[in-house]
């Protein structure tokens, strides 16, 4: 069983830099995909990012599309999400996923199989 690590969340001013960490303990290439989601007070979890490992494709949600960023080092079996022009909205609870099957739609909250225990990101206006 996968075993996800998230770190790196903190608190940061408006436009300010953050990036996040998810450290696996295996080799999660086994897996059809690895994202980020973030849950803020009051609101359902929602998607952020996602790759690929079949073809590194990436999807991210319109919000942070060309401000965030996904990555990973197989090496350390950790994936990364840098996220930039950080905004009081992108305020939440950052969890990292990976998701086993082929099957599904990847921004897919119930098709995410392996959860980290989340990181705290607060953004300050």
């Known amino acids: 069983q996968v075993q996800l690590v998230d770190s790196g969340g903190g608190l940061v001013q408006t436009g300010g830099s953050l990036r996040l960490s998810c450290a696996a303990s295996?080799?999660?290439?086994?897996?059809?995909?690895m994202g980020w989601f973030r849950q803020a007070p009051g609101k359902e979890r929602e998607f952020v990012a996602a790759f690929r490992w079949s073809d590194g494709s990436t999807d991210y949600a319109d919000s942070v599309k060309g401000r965030f960023a996904i990555s990973r080092d197989d090496a350390k079996n950790t994936m990364f999400l840098q996220m930039n022009s950080l905004k009081p909205e992108d305020t939440a609870v950052y969890y990292c996923?990976?998701?086993?099957?082929?099957?599904?739609?990847?921004?897919?909250?119930?098709?995410?199989?392996?959860w980290g225990q989340g990181t705290q990101v607060t953004v300050s206006s």
């Open positions: 295996e080799r999660t290439s086994s897996s059809y995909a």
């Open positions: 996923a990976a998701k086993v099957r082929r099957t599904g739609p990847i921004r897919g909250i119930a098709w995410y199989d392996y």
